[in-house]
Nanobody, 124 residues
C-alpha cells in the first residue's frame, strides 16, 4: 500500500517562503507522477503542481506559476514544493498526491494515493 507523508507546513507572513516535502513508500514500481493539491477554507480541493517522474517535466496551476517550484528526489521517492512570495490566499491544507500509472497517451494527472495533508497559513 502506497503511503505519502507530508511535512513542512506552518504559519508564515505574507511574502515569506515555505518548503513542503512528501515522501512516498510502499511503491510497487516507479511512479508516473507526483504532485500537490490544496483546499482553502470553505472551498474545493484544487490542483497546484505536478511533476512527471521519469522526465521531470513540471506542470503548474496559474496561481502557482512564477512563485512555486515543484521538484523531486528520485532516490528518496520524495517530492518538494518550494513556495515563495506567499499570499494570504495561499492559505490552505496542502495534499500530496501520487499517480502510479499513466492514463492514455497525453499528460493526465489522476492521483491514486493521497497524503494526510499539511496546513499552510499565510498571515497578511
Amino acid at each position: 500500500q502506497v503511503q505519502l507523508v507530508e511535512s513542512g507546513g506552518g504559519l508564515v507572513q505574507a511574502g515569506g517562503s515555505l518548503r513542503l516535502s512528501c515522501a512516498a513508500s510502499g511503491l510497487p514500481f516507479s511512479m508516473y507522477a507526483m504532485g500537490w493539491y490544496r483546499q482553502p477554507p470553505g472551498k474545493e480541493r484544487e490542483f497546484v503542481a505536478a511533476i512527471r517522474w521519469s522526465s521531470g517535466t513540471t506542470y503548474y496551476a496559474d496561481s502557482a506559476k512564477g512563485r512555486f517550484t515543484i521538484s523531486r528526489d528520485d532516490a528518496k521517492n520524495t517530492v518538494y514544493l518550494q513556495m515563495n512570495s506567499l499570499k494570504a490566499e495561499d492559505t490552505a491544507v496542502y495534499y500530496c498526491a501520487a499517480d502510479l500509472v499513466p492514463h492514455g497517451s497525453s499528460w493526465n494527472f489522476t492521483p491514486d494515493s493521497w497524503g494526510q495533508g499539511t496546513q499552510v497559513t499565510v498571515s497578511s
